[in-house]
């Protein structure tokens, strides 16, 4: 069953199963990087974006309209194992977010951060710590175009930062210039992310007129607590806190600030040294992980339903994304279900065979 | 010399040992001499195949019961009720081979099934022969064929006589040729104690067809059921595992299955959800490679039953081929005992999901580098 407007709060239980839209003009703008990419080639596919409603999408909306936001903030892990749909509740929660007017700071994958890494600078502030100017450009442009309005208007910085000898960004000027200048001046990037980040902290959640809620997402959180695949110029191994994006977002996912909530998730995909297996906390967070994230409320993602299945399989039905005749038969669907096991990634790599 | 590649027990077990006496002079002192002296010159090969009587097979058939009776009491059996099988059971105990070739371990059996069957003596005392086609070479092949042929005729004039009295029936009975075949020309052979050339077989076939060809054929049908041999429906051989009751009142079966190396044991419950869990993981995360996943589905697509099971499984060894395949198998077996019909036990059989596959790794030789592999060859 397809409701094709745009999303509003309805009641929990019926909602389940039912796609929802996302327009593609917030589409561009909320997650210009942030969709998993197989979802990224079905919307170009089908020329919309569609999201499934699932219970543990539901269940974090509900909790952030709940939360109450004097306190500090809140931590909410989604786990469960590989292709059940962390990321796409993930994005599900934040599209919510945006829509409410929250400042959305999403890093799509953490992991990213942690290897494959072309360059790598010593950095300029800390003489220990290593930068890493192409990853930290591309999420500040991002970032930018995600969070536009804010940036240009309301927040201000609150002290002065000096990136070299030569470029500082002074106090009260809007947030925007100095992500401008972070984008620009590539060398200074990743330092600009982190005082960016300092910003967001102090400012989130104030009692002015013009205060915002900061909803910080970061999928694949466990990449933090780690190991990297990254190596020093003498083939030492990199920890992940000698790398300053990550220090500074650990920093961030500290419950130490109020006004905002921070939404996490665990991946296996693209997690280094860690058994295709292991999807529950304590496994991909590691200890040191696990404590620095507790407490934190874990929210279970699993399989599709048989309804949701049901929905997924009369989706691609209605789409005429099934060519094959004999998928179209009841068989054809108990073979589906069989062979994907109600797995939803496993689910549209076979569909799109057919 | 088939009887002498095989040991034959009948008269060893009857302590009668046949001495070779010779005595070189006429005095009355017996000498037991175990070889036979050179100047005997025998030419083994220009004799021919070696003659066995039919007073000699008599003389052995007779050793052989009275060995069996011994043989039951020395087993303290029953001598009455002492079957073949009890005696290939009991040689089997008392003289324990480890040779890996069946053929040439020790066997008791009847002199009939031993020695290999030969014509009796084909002529008189004159040198006239009895049968009136002996000078074809293979006389019983041709009285068949006369035989035969004598058949036909006489159908053609039976049927002559059905048309010149207006009493032709117009649904004639015919033999019925369903679930029989024709004597393969070995089998053929065997029965008339000849060898028969393929022209001959094939002409052989030819005949019996224009046989059945004739509308009144079903007169003959005894003469014909003699050329043909039954088949059994395979199925029936088929073991089916029992279904149980656990205590929550859900019937499941126990199947196993085995493949390269790999051996896979499997609970198939009914009134399930179609969930399979191997060895306490869900089939998707023990087989991430679809086509293993499509080789566990196919007993159940099949049959029809995809989500009425639940599937508990177990597996261990072989790689990851041969384990999918173990529990294709079990899995197939284990859905027999669900099975309504016989006839949806046959499909599945013809289906081949219940062959085990004999496949196993190709030994490897020596003198070469793999099973097949050979090492570099250089010209010189």
């Keep these: 069953t397809m409701l094709k ?30 969709l998993p990419r197989r979802f990224q080639m079905q919307i170009k596919t089908f020329n919309e974006a569609c999201v499934m409603v699932r219970q543990p999408g539901l269940e974090l909306i509900s909790y952030l309209k709940r939360a109450d936001y004097a306190k500090p903030a809140l931590r909410y892990i989604l786990f469960g194992e590989v292709g059940c749909g962390k990321t796409m509740s993930l994005c599900h929660t934040l599209h919510f977010c945006s829509t409410q007017g929250w400042l959305v700071l999403h890093v799509p994958d953490a992991h990213l951060w942690v290897k494959n890494c072309k360059e790598l600078l010593p950095s300029s502030s800390r003489p220990t710590r290593l930068d890493q100017p192409i990853e930290a450009s591309q999420w500040l442009k991002n970032f930018k175009i995600t969070n536009e309005h804010f940036l240009s208007k309301q927040i201000k910085t609150t002290r002065r930062y000096i990136w070299t000898k030569r470029e500082s960004t002074e106090e009260g000027r809007p947030l925007g210039e100095m992500v401008d200048h972070g984008m620009s001046r590539v060398k200074s990037s990743s330092d600009v992310v982190g005082a960016l980040l300092r910003e967001l902290r102090l ?26 695949s990254l190596k020093k110029e003498d083939k030492s191994p990199v920890s992940p806190d000698d790398l300053t994006l990550i220090h500074n977002l650990k920093k961030m996912l500290r419950n130490d600030w109020c006004g905002g909530a921070i939404l996490t998730t665990l991946s296996q995909t693209g997690s280094l040294f860690k058994p295709r297996s292991a999807y529950l906390p304590t496994e991909l967070l590691g200890e040191e992980g696990f404590d620095n994230m507790d407490p934190f409320v874990p929210i279970p993602v699993s399989n599709y339903s048989d309804k949701e299945f049901e929905s997924c399989y009369l989706y691609y039905m209605d789409r005429n994304w099934l060519q094959h005749p004999h998928s179209r038969t009841e068989e054809g669907r108990k073979e589906l279900l069989f062979l994907s096991s109600r797995n939803p990634s496993i689910l549209e790599r076979l569909c799109s065979f057919l | 010399m088939a009887a002498s590649s095989r040991s034959v027990f009948s008269s060893c077990l009857n302590y009668t040992r046949s001495f070779s006496l010779t005595s070189t002079r006429t005095s009355r002192q017996f000498t037991r001499q175990i070889c036979v002296s050179s100047r005997v010159q025998v030419n083994k090969a ?28 020395m087993m303290g059996e029953d001598p009455e009720t002492f079957t073949q ?42 040198g006239r022969p009895f049968h009136f086609l002996f000078y074809t070479g293979t006389p019983s092949f041709y009285s068949i064929m006369h035989d035969t042929f004598g058949k036909v005729l006489a159908i053609e004039k039976h049927q002559d006589q059905m048309r010149s009295k207006g009493a032709l029936p117009q649904d004639s009975k015919q033999i019925s040729l369903g679930g029989s075949r024709w004597l393969l020309k070995e089998e053929l052979e065997e029965v008339l104690v000849e060898n028969i050339s393929d022209q001959d077989y094939s002409r052989f076939l030819q005949l019996m067809d224009k046989l059945l060809s004739l509308p009144f054929c079903a007169l003959e049908e005894e003469f014909v059921q003699r050329f043909r041999k039954q088949l059994e429906i395979q199925s029936t051989k088929q073991e089916i595992p029992d279904v149980h009751c656990d205590e929550n009142g859900r019937s499941y079966s126990q199947a196993q299955g085995r493949r390269k190396t790999a051996t896979a044991s499997v609970t198939l419950r009914d009134c399930g959800s179609g969930r399979v869990a191997v060895n306490g993981k869900d089939c998707l995360l023990y087989f991430p490679i679809l086509q293993d996943r499509e080789q566990i589905m196919f007993p159940l697509h099949f049959a029809g039953m995809l989500g009425r099971f639940d599937v508990q499984a177990h597996v261990e060894g072989g790689g990851r081929s041969a384990q999918a395949g173990a529990l294709r198998l079990a899995i197939a077996r284990a859905l027999l005992s669900f099975v309504s019909t016989p006839a949806e ?30 090492y570099t060859w250089k010209k010189r």
């Design chain 1, 203 to 228: 400012q989130a959640g104030g009692a002015t007129e013009d205060a915002f809620r900061l909803a910080v997402a970061v999928d694949g959180v466990n990449a933090l607590w780690g190991k990297t």
């Design chain 1, 5 to 34: 407007s745009t999303f509003t709060l309805l009641s929990w239980q019926q909602q389940v199963g039912q796609y929802y839209t996302i327009p593609s003009a917030q589409l561009k703008k909320a997650f210009p990087n942030g």
């Design chain 2, 85 to 126: 099988q009890d005696v290939d059971r009991s040689i089997e105990y008392l003289f324990p081979s480890g040779l890996f070739e069946k053929k040439a371990r020790p066997v008791m059996k009847h002199p009939e099934l031993i020695f290999p069957k030969q014509t009796a003596a084909q002529w008189d005392k004159d």
């Design chain 2, 345 to 374: 036990v046959e499909t599945i059989r013809q289906a081949g999901l219940l062959t085990a596959d004999p496949r196993i790794k190709e030994r490897q030789k020596p003198g070469q580098a793999g099973a097949r592999k050979k």
């Design chain 2, 46 to 73: 220009a004799r021919g195949p070696e003659k066995f009587s039919i007073e000699y097979i008599r003389k052995h058939a007779e050793e052989f019961e009275v060995g069996k009776r011994r043989l039951a009491n």
